[in-house]
């Protein structure tokens, strides 16, 4: 799948041209005939024989921006100046700061802030630890924490090289849910090294959201960590896609008058992200799920399984399908991909049932192109933004932690995952519904809201808490 001109790869060149009447035209013609799409263009300086111009155009990546700018230079009469890559300017210095939220103005405001006050608050939470979520950045505070082995669509590039991720998705939890977070990139790979070290920063934070360890170490550091820790710890790739895959799904069987309880469906991944998925769905009702991965169909007679293969071959496939994931998706009503791109094509929708729902997750590039998919499904999601449906964590992870900050909740279970995803898929209206509507936007208002009350109110259920109790 050719990939559209972008902002996440956007330009701005700076210009000196001519003063002529057809400068500008000449300028943005130059730009589409190379297939740039120009954003702005704005004239910063004018004399009398030349003018600046600043130029924003979004393009396909870095060779394509070349290729523009280049077609730039040839024009006559036009200076190429300065090249600036938006998204790098918008990273520059990183994207996350620390502020103080009380003002430090005269002696009286130190001595409460520091010593010698602060020690009375010191001696109140070591007299009683439950105090250091009321008096504490710990009441609102959630460690981003990866090794930076699974970064999504670039794999292993380690922790320093995942930093600029870990700072976004602590962007996103203070945009969507106001909550601090901070990144947190361990320079090891070793299950016990990396148990070991968030044990030890946990007493600053009130959950752990894991991010991007690659399987199968991420489920033996989730499955430790929260044994072991007082907080909730949960896995975004892991639980976030599947909260939205099952809300997504949720409302996606509405639109085309099928039941969960009795749908064919496929799964391509069997990582981290597919095996949270189906356990998700199972929860939910599913029965008829089959799984496939790299070498095919998942299934008990399959030999080499590992463990975590061999349960999702116990609890699956209930017909007893082998072959590869090709032959799987023949008559299957849903189609779910957390694995690579490309691994099926049109065709090979056109041979599922009527009414298919596809939702190929992938990113940057699907499992099926969804316009080739369209052709043949009643329903397609993507991970895209530049798709309808986008099926996207961000529309989880917020609501779910600010549910569990309020609920100061121990621990995350399915009840609250489901609670999660049927409250998401709750945004979605029913006279709202349709093909191309079975997933509310991220800028939805009413999304964080949703899911951080139905997970508080799960979270407090489970523990015997009064809903009306307050942090």
Not at 18 to 47: F, K, M, Y
Not at 273 to 286: H, P, S, W
């Amino acid at each position: 799948m050719n990939s559209a001109p972008s902002v996440s790869s956007s330009i701005t060149v700076r210009l000196e041209v001519q003063a002529r009447p057809t400068a500008v035209s000449e300028l943005t013609t130059a730009i589409e005939q190379t297939g740039g799409i120009v954003t702005a263009l704005d004239v910063t300086a004018s004399g009398n024989e030349r003018i600046r111009v600043d130029l924003t155009c979004a393009t396909r990546g870095d060779e394509h921006a070349g290729t523009i700018v280049d077609a730039l230079r040839a024009l006559p009469g036009v200076d190429v100046g300065p090249v600036s890559d938006r998204t790098f300017l918008l990273h520059l210095g990183g994207k996350l700061q620390i502020e103080s939220k009380v003002p430090i103005r005269n002696r009286d405001d130190l001595s409460m802030i520091y010593t010698p006050g602060v020690a009375r608050v010191c001696q109140a939470i070591a007299a009683n630890p439950d105090d250091a979520r009321r008096l504490t950045i710990k009441r609102n505070t959630i460690a981003v924490v990866t090794d930076g082995t699974a970064v999504l669509g670039l794999g292993d590039i380690g922790p320093l090289a995942s930093l600029p991720v870990m700072e976004g998705k602590a962007a996103l939890f203070k945009r969507f849910a106001d909550i601090d977070a901070f990144p947190i990139a361990l320079d090891t790979t070793d299950v016990d090294e990396i148990v070991a070290a968030v044990k030890a920063i946990a007493p600053v934070f009130a959950g752990i959201n894991l991010e991007d360890i690659s399987a199968p170490r991420c489920f033996e550091v989730e499955r430790r960590l929260r044994a072991e820790l007082d907080i909730p710890v949960f896995h975004d790739d892991q639980h976030g896609t599947a909260i939205v895959a099952l809300a997504a799904l949720t409302n996606a069987l509405k639109v085309v008058g099928k039941d969960i309880g009795t749908v064919r469906i496929v799964l391509s991944g069997a990582g981290a992200a597919g095996t949270a998925v189906l356990k998700l769905l199972l929860a939910a009702g599913a029965h008829d799920v089959v799984v496939a991965d790299i070498a095919g169909v998942v299934s008990v007679d399959r030999e080499g399984l590992d463990p975590s293969l061999r349960w999702i071959a116990e609890h699956t496939n209930p017909r007893g399908l082998t072959g590869t994931l090709k032959d799987a998706v023949v008559g299957a009503d849903v189609f779910i991909g957390v694995s690579a791109p490309d691994v099926i094509t049109g065709d090979d929708v056109a041979r599922m049932g009527d009414d298919a729902i596809v939702f190929a997750m992938a990113n940057p590039r699907p499992e099926v192109d969804p316009v080739e998919a369209a052709k043949h499904a009643a329903i397609v999601g993507t991970g895209r933004s530049d798709f309808a449906n986008q099926i996207n964590n961000v529309l989880a992870f917020p609501g779910v932690f600010r549910g569990l900050l309020d609920a100061q909740s121990h621990e995350v279970t399915d009840t609250l995952l489901l609670a999660a995803a049927h409250a998401l898929a709750s945004a979605v209206h029913e006279d709202e519904l349709n093909p191309t509507y079975i997933i509310p936007s991220v800028f939805n208002p009413q999304v964080t809201t949703l899911v951080a009350a139905a997970v508080e109110a799960a979270a407090r259920e489970e523990a015997g808490k009064p809903a009306d109790d307050t942090p």
